[in-house]
C-alpha cells in the first residue's frame, strides 16, 4: 500500500479509528480486572460461609 494514495484526511481518520480501538481496549480491560475482583470476592465470601455452616454443624453435635 503506498502512502502517496491516502490523503490526509484518511490517514487522520484511520488515527482516529486507532485511538478510538485502543480507548475501547482499556475500558474492556478494566472491566474485567473489576468482574475478576468481583468473582474472587464472591469466591471467598462463599468459602467463609462454607466454613462457618461447618463449624456451626459440629458444634451441634452431643457428644456422649
Known amino acids: 500500500m503506498d502512502n ?3 490523503n490526509p484526511s484518511d490517514t487522520e481518520t484511520i ?5 478510538q480501538i485502543s480507548q475501547t481496549i482499556d ?3 478494566s ?3 473489576r468482574l ?3 468473582m ?4 471467598a465470601a462463599a ?5 462457618e455452616l461447618n ?5 451441634d453435635r452431643i457428644l456422649h
Not at 474472587?40 to 469466591?43: G, P, Y
Not at 468459602?47 to 466454613?51: G, L, M, N, P, S
Open 4 to 6: 502517496s494514495d491516502k
Open 55 to 59: 463449624e456451626e454443624m459440629r458444634s
Open 15 to 19: 488515527l482516529m479509528a486507532l485511538d
Open 31 to 33: 472491566v474485567v480486572g
Open 27 to 29: 475500558v474492556m480491560t
Open 40 to 43: 474472587a470476592q464472591q469466591e
Open 47 to 51: 468459602a467463609d460461609q462454607a466454613k
Open 36 to 38: 475478576r475482583n468481583y
